[in-house]
């Protein structure tokens, strides 16, 4: 194996990692944000024990959030210093923006309303928590930015003596329609994981029978949000299909495995082959008109296919394969599509037994989502492979290829080291994040005690 | 003054705020095995940094995002020149970050024992790295005339490197010791003091060779300027100061001696950001490692709008929790 194929395992690894947490802290830092603005308002107790019920959870996943972005940020640096070196003036500047006005946000008041209690007022106390949501999500919204001019690079020129990339054009990167759709679709994402997450903890306690009274409620709250953004989501996601296949027509292509152009084109919801070498796949169930209707809005839409777009590359950017891994494209795509159809039907099927008003003994769907986080760490990792992945073989689309973006002075070995030693911590990392969200979300909600010795965790837990 | 000039001296000033700020969180880490003899005493001194370490280290993450935005070339060949060096790093960052979330997270103690144990080596380990890392800036490494590194992992190790990773770790347990001195009470504190006054005199030492050292080495000469020796007889003075009950005092000449030590670095480079030791016209500088100019006034009107907005907001969490914690604090928790 190359370097090249060791720092993108490496990238691919630490990143998917790293976003297992992100969507998790948005979403639960929105929705703690949200019952303690319910407890202000109403004063009721029970919403002031789930605040920190959940807030604790929330804490266990951003300490993880946090350190794993630092090897993202620096990675850059280490593996890709010829892509840094290239597109540094426009990249940079979207990650030194998300560190000057988000994740400063984010970090000084989370500290600020983890410790907090009985230190601040009630109200500063609650906007503390609504910083750190908006931080947290600001932080996304310039990564997200930054990765969408890596897919759609714009408000740039090339400068004539360096030949490289340079800023001309702000506003451009920051409205930059992969980002606007992209952006969107993550804060939908991150939305729907942490309602999933708050509604499989919640089902567990409800199905234990511990402290219905209080879990009925966060229940509640995750059911009313989850069908409606995740119904809305998938046409948000389809939406941005469109806006890629326009920009990225490979990505499009191969998440179909479409190698011949057609007009109109059906959707083949299993297929056999199909994959990198195989052109001819035999497609088990096909729609007909969905593959128009999804990349291009219209029912007779023409999608070009793999081949020809290869053909078009070629001429335009000289000899080479143009064709993204048609095997992971096809079916990143289906996992994405198929799991989120499934959290719509839990989340409709919750809001029936809502309905029924009998949520609280609805044994069979409290069972099933109990287990959902897991179907929502595998949707939120297969939309990414099917955006990253089909960004391939470019690291800035038409602008520089992968291959061309690595360290030269870092050694095959080198990254196998660090690609070792990041493993390993990481497997232990999940190991201790696992065991800890596992018993902080098994424990009772705490009690609510008299506000002024009212302090970070919820329960005198090392009381000596 | 050019506008790559001020990014140089933007990421000057972020460099030394992390030092400042997360150098005595570094510090506490190391320390508080030592000043807490129990539990209830480690927990006192974590606690005393509870709230404040995470928003520290963002300082380095803007430090470094400053970096690859102004200086793409600098970021590029630093950071891939440090590979394994920063692996190191960012491992010690990891565990330390989550040591501080996750210890008082279950009572039993060995889990206690374990985490204490990461913080420690954690946050001993990290400003040694990132210092060796700063001296190899201006010892200069093996960068050919494509500003690519083109040395191995040994060459990162030179005597004045180590000698700054040294000296950085001494001063961040100093500038610790004087900060749980301010921040805790009883027996912790008492710690605290007595630690300073013995850490003090070794930090001295190291920071005057240092920067004598890096007089020499960047061809100024021998002698230390005023605010060099100021900052020298600062950290003598932190000693005196802690003994006379002075803990605030203490703390601001300890952070006056941790600017003055970061910024050795940065002046002593200008208007080079990467010294090359294959002749001086592959020396990376402010100017042929600098972004456009559309980019860096960008980025020069969202810094000068919102850098003071975010010290604004952290020193108000400073003031929150300006008070000494007790035990009391720490067993209610």
């Not at chain 1, 084109?265 to 082959?273: A, K, L, T, V, Y």
């Not at chain 1, 080291?417 to 911590?425: A, C, D, E, G, H």
């Not at chain 2, 000296?167 to 027996?187: E, Q, W, Y």
């Not at chain 2, 005023?226 to 300890?254: D, H, M, N, R, S």
Request: one cysteine or more; hydrophobic letters at 55%; aromatic letters at 12%.
């Amino acid at each position: 194996m190359s370097n090249v194929d060791l720092a993108r395992i490496q990238f691919a690894m630490t990143s998917i990692y790293h976003f297992i947490f992100v969507p998790i802290t948005i979403g639960l830092a929105f929705l703690t944000a949200i019952l303690q603005t319910v407890w202000h308002r109403t004063g009721r107790d029970e919403y002031l024990r789930l605040t920190k019920f959940f807030g604790v959870l929330l804490v266990i996943n951003v300490a993880v959030g946090v350190v794993t972005g630092l090897v993202q940020e620096f990675q850059f640096g280490m593996d890709w210093s010829a892509y840094s070196r290239l597109v540094g003036d426009v990249f940079g500047a979207p990650l030194a923006m998300e560190g000057l006005a988000a994740f400063f946000l984010e970090s000084t008041f989370l500290g600020l309303w983890i410790f907090g209690w009985g230190r601040l007022s009630r109200r500063i106390h609650l906007a503390a928590i609504w910083l750190v949501a908006l931080g947290a999500a600001g932080s996304a919204a310039f990564i997200l930015a930054a990765n969408s001019w890596m897919q759609h690079p714009v408000g740039f020129e090339i400068n004539a003596t360096t030949g490289r990339p340079q800023l001309n054009d702000i506003w451009a990167v920051m409205t930059n329609p992969v980002f606007l759709w992209g952006y969107t679709h993550v804060l939908l994402a991150s939305l729907v994981t942490g309602c999933v997450l708050m509604l499989a903890v919640s089902a567990w306690h409800l199905r234990k029978r511990s402290n219905p009274e209080v879990f009925a409620r966060s229940a509640k709250l995750a059911l009313v949000i989850l069908a409606p953004a995740m119904i809305f989501q998938m046409f948000i996601g389809s939406e941005l299909g469109v806006v890629e296949a326009k920009y990225q027509p490979m990505k499009i292509a191969a998440s179909e495995a479409q190698w011949t152009t057609c007009q109109p084109c059906s959707f083949s919801i299993f297929q056999i082959g199909g994959g990198n070498q195989d052109q001819t796949p035999t497609k088990i169930i096909e729609v007909p008109y969905l593959l128009s209707l999804l990349a291009t809005n219209h029912l007779d839409g023409q999608v070009t296919g793999l081949n020809e777009l290869n053909a078009q590359y070629q001429q335009q950017y000289g000899p080479g394969n143009y064709v993204p891994n048609v095997f992971i494209q096809y079916w990143s795509m289906r996992v994405m599509a198929y799991l989120a159809m499934v959290i719509v039907l839990l989340g409709l099927w919750g809001l029936w037994v809502m309905r029924r008003k009998h949520l609280e003994t609805a044994h069979r769907f409290l069972g099933l989502a109990m287990w959902a986080p897991v179907l929502l760490v595998l949707m939120n990792t297969a939309g990414w492979m099917l955006t990253e992945n089909g960004r391939q073989p470019w690291i800035v689309q038409g602008i520089m290829l992968t291959e061309n973006g690595i360290s030269p002075s870092v050694s095959t070995t080198t990254v196998a080291i660090s690609l070792t030693v990041f493993f390993l911590l990481y497997a232990a990392l999940t190991v201790v994040w696992l065991v800890l969200m596992l018993r902080y979300a098994r424990k009772a909600p705490p009690p609510t005690v008299p506000a002024a010795e009212d302090t970070t965790v919820p329960e005198p837990t090392f009381a000596r | 003054m050019t506008l790559p000039d001020i990014w140089f001296i933007a990421i000057a000033v972020l460099w030394t705020g992390f030092f400042i700020l997360e150098g005595f969180d570094f510090g506490v880490g190391m320390l508080h095995g030592v000043v807490g003899r129990d539990d209830a005493g480690r927990q006192m001194a974590v606690s005393s940094i509870g709230p404040l370490w995470d928003g520290n280290e963002v300082w380095l993450v803007v430090a470094a995002a400053a970096m690859f935005a102004a200086f793409p070339g600098w970021y590029a060949t630093m950071f891939s020149a440090l590979y394994l060096a920063l692996v190191l790093a960012l491992v010690a960052l990891i565990v330390r970050g989550m040591s501080f979330e996750y210890r008082n997270k279950d009572a039993h103690p060995r889990w206690r024992r374990t985490w204490s144990t990461l913080m420690t080596v954690g946050s001993v380990l990290a400003p040694f790295v990132l210092g060796v890392g700063l001296g190899d800036l201006l010892h200069g490494l093996p960068i050919g005339a494509d500003q690519e590194y083109a040395g191995t992992f040994a060459d990162l190790l030179p005597p004045y490197s180590l000698f700054v990773g040294l000296t950085f770790v001494v001063l961040c347990a100093l500038h610790g010791a004087t900060f749980l001195a301010l921040k805790t009470t009883a027996d912790v504190r008492e710690r605290a003091v007595r630690l300073t006054r013995r850490i003090a005199p070794w930090a001295a030492l190291a920071v005057l060779i240092y920067i004598t050292w890096s007089h020499v080495l960047s061809g100024k000469g021998f002698l230390p300027n005023v605010i060099e020796i100021a900052a020298v007889l600062a950290v003598l003075a932190a000693a005196w100061l802690v003994k006379e009950g002075k803990e605030g005092w203490a703390f601001t000449a300890t952070t006056f001696a941790m600017a003055t030590s970061v910024l050795v670095i940065f002046t002593n480079l200008y208007p080079r950001v990467m010294v090359s030791t294959m002749g001086a016209a592959n020396d990376l500088t402010v100017a042929n490692t600098a972004s456009g100019s559309y980019a860096l006034t960008v980025m020069t009107w969202v810094l000068v709008v919102l850098l003071p907005v975010v010290i604004l907001y952290q020193g108000w969490t400073y003031h929150v929790f300006r008070r000494r914690l007790t035990h009391a604090d720490v067993t209610d928790e």
